[in-house]
């Protein structure tokens, strides 16, 4: 009797060791993400490893590999290298869900052909992270003309903005022993992105809460314009000593009500109010709210969501990409209209 038990027990043990391995070549193709890595120069939280295979089947399908710096790019960055357009934002700029060429770095490379644009696009880069992170960026790689900063938030406490660009470490997250156990097999790593994803859906975030937004124009904006104001104030001064111009580059959530109508959660006041104070102290800003819902109206199209995926959530698409790159070509083309008068050269 004992042996039985021993002998099914091992079956089980020995099924289920198969199964793991199964499962973790199969995310080798489906799920395989490069090693994680501190980046040293703290332009971002982590890089990824250079010259390393990617793919991600989760959401939309790409696969690839990262430049030199564990960035996604079309081409390697060595010290030195200009660079005229530099974005910096979440995992929507990463692009992972989209081939690198329909990304909106490569729309704004192929649209700007005289110009070098470089993507340092990250997940988990949040609009506080990527400003904790600016100075950096812009020490290392001097953006001539302009710095991109995508986000999909911009509904923070007061105190965030007053302290944001003054304090000196990058806030980079502390990872425990389990999380970089995890980190070496894809099959796990599937298993906790979908765990994670899950705890942000059911804990959800300030700028995410439907009961925080507003669609009343009327309503009072979420951020006190004081506070904003000194926040792009310092913002301003930081692009100015580095000798470029700053986009705040805004794409709201969506999502298709029961009667097929859409519905854009962007807190209508906040926006305006940031439009405002970015105006007048020098900044670019770009709402893509209109945008989503005109190509929704003409064309029924919408920025997020693939077929492996829940319609109009999730990640850029494509054709998110393609609206994103527009309405950016068309701020900095108003931006360098306005400065005509101090550069003779022209975007294009």
């Known amino acids: 009797m004992m042996g039985r038990i021993v002998k099914v027990t091992g079956k089980i043990c020995l099924s289920g060791i198969l199964a793991f391995l199964a499962l973790t070549l199969f995310c080798m193709a489906y799920y395989h993400l490069p090693a994680r890595l501190e980046d040293p ?20 399908f790409a696969a690839g590999r990262t430049n030199n710096e564990g960035y996604i790019n079309e081409s390697d960055y060595l010290p030195g290298d200009p660079v005229d357009v530099l974005v910096i934002g979440s995992s929507h700029m990463e692009a992972l869900q989209v081939p690198e060429k329909e990304s909106t770095a490569a729309i704004l490379r192929k649209r700007l052909p005289d110009l070098a644009v470089y993507n340092v696009g990250l997940s988990n880069h949040d609009f506080l992270t990527c400003m904790r ?13 302009f710095t991109i900063i995508e986000t999909v938030n911009l509904i923070f406490p007061d105190y965030e903005f007053e302290s944001i660009l003054r304090r000196n470490e990058t806030g980079g997250t502390e990872r425990s022993r389990v999380y970089e156990l995890v980190q070496k097999n894809h099959y796990l790593r599937l298993l906790y992105s979908q765990l994670e994803s899950y705890r942000k859906s059911q804990a959800g975030a300030q700028g995410d809460n439907a009961d925080n937004i507003s669609d009343s124009p009327d309503a009072a904006p979420k951020n006190s314009a004081e506070a904003v104001g000194r926040f792009l104030s310092q913002l301003h001064d930081l692009a100015q000593a580095a000798g470029t111009k700053i986009i705040i580059a805004y794409h709201p959530k969506a999502s298709i009500n029961a009667d097929g109508s859409l519905q ?6 906040t926006m305006r109010q940031f439009d405002e104070l970015c105006h007048q102290h020098g900044i670019g800003f770009l709402d893509l709210s209109d945008r989503i819902q005109t190509e929704y109206q003409q064309r029924n199209v ?3 969501g693939f077929i492996n995926s829940a319609v109009g959530s999730g990640h850029f698409n494509a054709e998110g990409h393609r609206m994103f790159a527009d309405e950016l070509l068309r701020i900095m083309e108003e931006m360098e209209r306005a400065d005509s008068a101090e550069r003779s050269e022209p975007l294009r």
């Open 41 to 60: 120069d703290g332009v971002t939280d982590f890089r990824w490893a250079g010259h390393a295979f990617y793919s991600r089947g989760t959401e939309g």
């Open 133 to 145: 992170h600016l100075p950096a960026a812009l020490n290392k790689y001097h953006p001539a003309r």
């Open 264 to 269: 854009v959660w962007s807190d209508v006041s």
């Open 302 to 304: 919408l920025p997020y």
